[in-house]
């Protein structure tokens, strides 16, 4: 099904599995030429007038608009979201960009310490080079499709700008009325830790509702250097054809040094009190409490290395590398998220993810005390994978 529109031009009908769109093909020729250095290939068909390469080549780009399964056009407020993008111009693009360098400015130094520990110097120069202007950072991505939501509770549709880069594959930019938003923390649309926040907390930030919690962020500097990076090492040994190319694959909100909060309300109130203060108590020991915790998740680490090699087949003998003190644990976890539960004892609960356990729980309570859950979500299998001891 095709119809014309007079902002949207020729836009053609397609169905998914869960969701239905108007696609139409939109001329940026800002971004025509850029992404010198993002070697992806997004394929090819031939038969497609949508196609990603053939219309990046021409200075387009595939616009997604996102509708009901009635079969109904875009709405007027779809169609005015796009006219002020019009509108706006090469402004609105400068606007993303000069954000989009900040935030690499921000993130570089993180995600270079993870790249050399990795990769060392191959293709740094093309994957985080140092860049001062929003000129230059136009070479280190590409815009490949534009996406935009329905129009929810009245408020404007989002248009998601989603480009290719190989300093963070899966980099979405927002815009709202306009004028550039944000950038998604996650790159999954709908995804509790990046929804639009409902409650400004005056001692724990913007907060989202999903289900049965409260979805923030917080920091948490002790564990910031935290970022498993024996994972990709032992897959860079032994299944190099997935690295030929590759890109920088630290989390976004990890090279922020940002980490997913989550509080349980199970009754969808206000965050209590005492939720605030039990989080309040951990960051006054923080550095304290994360150096004792360390300690005894590298002494757990020690004494059950063997065990967990013969145990965990799947595991690379490189993801369970040996370790000689509590801070080279950094190579092989990192900080998931900080929970605090809810009732009249609310805890403080840290949420790790290990090459060995992908979800081990510290549960932390006031005056220091703690105690660690092995979760061991990982099952054996009847034949390890990579070289042998």
């Known amino acids: 099904m095709e119809r014309n529109d007079e902002i949207l031009g020729r836009l053609e009908r397609i169905s998914h599995i869960v969701s239905h769109s108007w696609d139409t093909s939109v001329s940026i020729p800002y971004f025509r030429g850029s992404g010198k250095y993002v070697k992806m290939d997004m394929g090819q068909r031939k038969s497609d ?5 053939r219309l990046f080549r021409r200075g387009c780009f595939r616009l997604s608009i996102d509708t009901n399964d009635s079969g109904a056009p875009p709405t007027e407020a779809q169609r005015t979201a796009w006219q002020r993008v019009l509108e706006r111009g090469d402004a609105l693009w400068d606007e993303l960009m000069q954000n989009m360098l900040a ?3 921000r993130q570089r130094p993180a995600r270079v310490r993870a790249w050399r520990q990795t990769f060392g110097n191959r293709s740094f ?10 000129e230059d950072m136009k070479k280190l991505v590409r815009p490949y499709m534009i996406y935009m939501s329905r129009p929810d509770h009245h408020e404007s549709p989002v248009i998601d700008v989603m480009f290719l880069s190989r300093w963070f594959n899966g980099l979405h930019a927002r815009i709202v009325d306009g004028r550039f938003h944000s950038f998604r923390r996650n790159v999954m649309r709908g995804r509790p830790d990046d929804l639009p926040p409902e409650i400004h907390h005056r001692e724990l930030g913007p907060l ?4 049965d919690r409260w979805y923030g962020i917080t920091s948490c500097e002790p564990l910031r250097e935290y970022i498993q990076s ?3 090492t032992a897959r860079l040994i032994n299944e190099p054809e997935d690295y030929r190319n590759p890109n920088s694959r630290l989390p976004y909100d990890l090279a ?3 980490f997913t909060l989550t509080i349980a309300s199970p009754a969808e109130k206000a965050p209590t009190p005492k939720q605030a203060s039990a989080l309040k108590k951990f960051k006054a020991r923080e550095a304290e409490s994360i150096a004792k915790i360390v300690a005894a998740i590298f002494a757990q680490y020690v004494r059950m290395r063997e065990k967990w090699l013969d145990k ?28 605090i539960t809810s009732g009249n004892s609310p805890r403080v609960e840290l949420d790790f993810d290990c090459t060995w356990d992908s979800w081990l729980r510290v549960v932390w309570k006031y005056r220091n005390s703690f105690k660690i859950r092995n979760e061991a979500r990982r099952k054996p299998l009847k034949k390890r994978r990579g070289r042998r001891r």
Do not use: C
């Not at 120069?125 to 929003?134: Q, S």
């Not at 989202?208 to 289900?211: E, F, L, T, V």
């Open 49 to 53: 007038r949508l196609d990603t390469e």
């Open 103 to 105: 935030e690499y400015k």
């Open 125 to 134: 120069r093309w994957v985080l080079p140092e860049v001062n202007r929003f």
């Open 208 to 211: 989202a509702w999903h289900k």
């Open 230 to 232: 024996a994972y990709h």
């Open 256 to 258: 922020r040094g940002e």
């Open 312 to 339: 965990y087949f799947m595991l690379f003998e490189e993801e369970l590398p040996p370790l000689q003190s509590p801070g080279e644990l950094a190579q092989v976890m990192r900080l998931d998220s900080i929970n």
